[in-house]
């Protein structure tokens, strides 16, 4: 596993990997501006209370709140658009270190999209389960944060690198042959993303890590 984190990380000069991280990097920020400013635009026009102070107060902590939220979403944001070119990251992973392999089959736009949108709203939902568990016991969240966050980036990183080279069906069952280990990458995703500034450029690395791990088990003997 840290051979392949190892291996991803040093390919980050590849001037392919350079390219979708500036493309995935400037979509993102935004969307990300985007996001907020729905946000606050919905936070200015409600009203809370008759009272001005309170009202003023209540406005300044939801914006605050809702600041702390998006930047909390922006790794899943940031995975979203990674996953449009996951072709291009996958390309110069297997060029370097797997050019022995056949040509993959090319992943479909309706494909990139819909994974995309599923990291997304699981992102979502699961990071709005994080807080809502943090609220009721604290001491919770790391635990929960970076086990329900590796579980579905683990999960999604791993199907889309592997529906390169395998369909659905061979894909979702040796994913679940090895549940844990596939969590377990996952999680270390999850803690380099959530790193400041590193976390912008871990969704490339994430694709390339997993496209690894999907040739080191699917060539392993069953």
Known sequence: ??????????????????????????WSVLLFAFVITIA??????????EDSILEWVTHFASSIGASLLTLLLFPGII????????????????????NDLPAARPTKIGEQLASGARIL?????????V??????????FPFVYYGLNGYVLGREYFELAALRRMNLEAARPLRRRHRLYVTVCGAVIAAILSIPVVGWFMPVVATAFMVHMVETLRTRPA
């Open 40 to 49: 606050w635009t919905a936070i200015a026009k409600t009203t809370f209370f």
């Open 79 to 98: 995975s979203t658009v990674i996953s449009l070119f996951l072709d291009d990251v996958a390309e110069a992973v297997e060029a370097r270190h797997y």
């Open 121 to 129: 709203v699981l992102t979502v939902a699961v990071n709005i389960a």
């Open 1 to 26: 596993m840290f051979v392949a984190l190892a291996q991803s990380f040093a390919q980050l000069s590849d001037p392919r990997f350079q390219r979708v991280m500036w493309r995935a990097l400037f």
């Open 131 to 140: 807080l809502a568990v943090s609220l009721v016991f604290p001491p919770a």
